[in-house]
């Protein structure tokens, strides 16, 4: 196989492919492998025996319980496990010559996170994080439009499940968000103004947070898994124009201020809708990713932009447990004057 940078023969040849970690998701990436042109998904690997099985029989893959058996024989894995095993296993394949897809979050650690950036660019192997929005149709068809956000509203709500719940909703749900908003806009963060609570689980399950960047751009952001519905959308404001994403329906609505020089109309705007294919983003996603391994392009979403997100949805996640203490903290000192006044 050749190096990140490509060869001609590159092209000629099939990209040998595994998934670690074939849970719910894990399982639509081995399918959207074997889908895949000059591609063969070699093997599964799940401590899981049942879950491997079902997928490698599904598939015609090799069942694996220690993806340790899978060093040094595959090109390209996705790391689709909890996120406290990512760094390990990102780590071993990439040391092994492997390029690596992780998902979301990158790793628990910023640490991580730097380590794994550098061991790819010394052994000059791909590091793409998947945060999957980023090849949403409406995200796509919004990009040519966006010129210099000022404001930026994002809502991201789902039913509670169990499955995810190994990190909070800022670091499952919000930190779609937050590299989407972090990429759009393009600066420093300034502040940050962070609440939320836990509701269901032990982790913090509703949060919102006000980020206000260094171009004067501001975003407020609310991710909640304890909704009863399930939506996301996202409305960026701009100067002479403003932009409705609708990211589970695909739908994006672009009002901006009606030129000049064009045809008087019964209103100072123009209104365009745009009902998007609704597509297939891993799928897009994957094929993304083998592209950059043939090419040695850089991914859409690099480990800098993984990291990135994290560290910022690390800052969030501090912010929202000071409040917590903070009001934890009043509250006892509320209850103890009202006993000294009962006293």
């Known amino acids: 196989m050749p190096d990140a940078g490509g060869h001609n023969s590159a092209l000629m040849q099939k990209i040998r492919a595994a998934v670690i970690g074939v849970g719910y998701l894990g ?4 399918q959207k492998y074997a889908q895949a042109a000059q591609c063969e998904l070699i093997a ?16 015609g893959a090799r069942s694996v319980a220690d993806y340790r058996e899978l060093l040094g024989a ?3 894995v996705s790391v689709v496990t ?3 095993a990512h760094f390990a296993i990102a780590r071993d394949f990439l040391a092994a010559g492997a390029h690596v897809l992780v998902e979301k979050p990158i790793t628990e650690t910023s640490a991580e996170a730097r380590e794994l950036i550098e061991l790819a660019a010394r052994s000059e192997r791909i590091l793409q994080v998947g945060h999957l929005e980023r090849f949403n149709a409406a995200i796509l068809a919004a990009e040519p439009h966006l010129r210099s956000p000022r404001f930026v509203e994002c809502h991201r709500l789902a039913p509670y499940r169990d499955r995810g719940t190994d990190v909070n909703v800022v670091l499952d749900l919000m930190i779609h968000d937050i590299d989407i908003v972090q990429t759009i806009v393009g ?3 300034l502040t940050i103004d962070a609440v939320g609570t836990p509701v269901f689980s032990d982790e913090i399950d509703i949060a919102n947070a006000r980020i206000r960047f260094a171009n004067g751009c501001v975003a407020n ?3 909640s898994r304890v909704s009863l519905k399930t939506e996301r959308k996202m409305r960026i404001f701009e100067d002479d124009a403003y932009l409705s994403l609708d990211l589970q329906q695909k739908i994006l609505t672009v009002i901006r201020k009606r030129d000049p020089s064009a045809a008087p109309g019964p209103l100072p705007v123009t209104i365009e809708e745009q009902n998007l294919d609704q597509g297939d983003a891993l799928k897009a996603e994957i094929e993304s990713f083998l592209d950059c391994i043939r090419t040695g392009r850089p991914p859409v979403v690099s480990g800098e932009a993984g990291l990135m997100a994290l560290e910022t949805a690390m ?3 501090e912010q929202v447990h000071q409040s917590l203490a903070d009001r934890a903290a009043h509250a006892t000192t509320a209850s103890a004057g009202k006993a000294d006044r009962r006293g």
């Open 27 to 30: 399982r639509f990436h081995a």
């Open 44 to 59: 599964v690997a799940d401590a899981r025996q049942e879950a491997r099985d079902k997928v490698a029989a599904e598939l």
């Open 315 to 317: 800052r969030i996640t």
């Open 74 to 76: 595959v090109d390209a």
């Open 187 to 189: 600066a420093p963060i």
């Open 221 to 223: 952001a609310t991710a």
């Open 82 to 84: 909890p996120t406290p």
